[in-house]
């Protein structure tokens, strides 16, 4: 199959889940990820991605939306607000990457894992999904709002955070793992152009208006398709009580570590609970980072497969709690 006709049935079917997510009322990012899981399903990966060639193209094409959507986050993001937070969103970013990473090391290293599965497994809980939590802000136009800025901004500084991390055990391994580094400093840069754009250009600006419109529609899902493109069911499907204390681990540390920043911020406990909904996801780097120690066999296939899931599963929960609890609480970003 030519890349070009596998591009088409992608974008036919980004817009196909895109109606059906209209009429029955979730969100529209929910859809995307979910086109990325229906995608990666061996009988519909044949039909309409089959071929080495496209498979590369479609994970190129991820990293590439990946930069994009960060640079569309950049260009909605209000630039007094992300200076007014700043404070906050580093006592929030510290606080709930270091309690995940912390316990979820703890715990692994007790269950028996070597020294640097464990630390794999706590990076991996650690790191918040930057760029899904910015593409949601967007489609509900909240990125502009406190509670949107400071999503952004404790998420940018947890991505740098984990970035570190991420290249001192790529290091330990002996395998650097340039791609991933790389695309994790291009990404963030590009949130931060987007802002010097915006101080540039007025949002209204046409070329902005045009440049927004269609990256979102073109080029962004091919993110949430590449992101399902890993995932393998059958694998998680073999320890299920693996999967069930990482995905324990892994929210309980998000969102205590959320609430333990209380005292550093002038936030609601409501605030704070939807902050800790946010940095709650997971995204490209853990996932990354998890891939690595897959293909050095440091971690097991269970444990890799439980890793992704758990990703997957805090990524799909967030736009249903944000939309509902903005829908009850229409307040609650200002």
Do not use: C
Not at 40 to 62: E, K, M, T
Not at 98 to 103: I, R, Y
Not at 131 to 152: D, N, P, Q
Not at 289 to 301: D, G, P, Q
């Amino acid at each position: 199959m030519s890349i070009l006709t596998a591009t088409f049935w992608i974008i036919v079917w980004v817009y196909a889940f895109g109606k059906v997510a209209g009429w029955v009322k979730i969100p529209h990012i929910v859809a995307l990820i979910l086109v990325g899981l229906f995608l990666n399903i061996p009988q519909i990966h044949a039909l309409f991605l089959q071929g080495a060639p496209v498979d590369v193209f479609v994970s190129d094409l991820g990293d590439i939306a990946l930069v994009a959507l960060m640079l569309l986050a950049g260009l909605e993001t209000s630039v007094k607000e992300f200076k007014h937070e700043s404070k906050e969103a580093v006592s929030i970013s510290l606080i709930a990457a270091l309690t995940p990473f912390t316990v979820g090391f703890l715990a692994f290293y007790w269950l028996g894992y070597d020294l640097l599965a464990a630390m794999v497994v706590g990076v991996s809980m650690s790191i918040t999904a930057e760029a899904t939590t910015a593409a949601l802000l967007l489609e509900l136009k909240k990125i502009k709002s406190r509670v949107g800025t400071l999503m952004m901004e404790a998420g940018i500084i947890d991505d740098v955070l984990g970035m570190s991390l991420f290249v001192m055990i790529t290091l330990i391994l002996d395998q650097v793992h340039l791609r991933e580094d790389v695309l994790l400093v291009v990404a963030i840069l590009a949130f931060f152009l987007g802002i010097l754009l915006q101080k540039r250009f007025h949002r209204a600006h046409v070329s902005i208006v045009a440049l927004k419109k269609w990256t979102f529609l073109l080029i962004v899902p091919f993110f949430f398709v590449s992101m399902g493109s890993h995932f393998d069911l059958q694998s998680v499907l073999l320890s299920p009580q693996l999967l069930g204390i990482i995905l324990l681990i892994a929210f309980f540390g998000k969102m205590g570590g959320t609430f333990l920043a209380r005292p550093f911020t002038r936030l609601t406990w409501r605030q704070l609970h939807l902050i800790g909904w946010a940095m709650n996801s997971r995204g490209a780097v853990g996932l990354a980072l998890a891939l690595l120690a897959f293909r050095t066999h440091l971690i097991s296939v269970e444990l890799y497969s439980s890793l992704l899931l758990m990703s997957l599963l805090t990524t799909i929960a967030f736009p249903f709690v944000i939309t509902r609890m903005i829908r009850r609480h229409p307040k609650i970003m200002d």
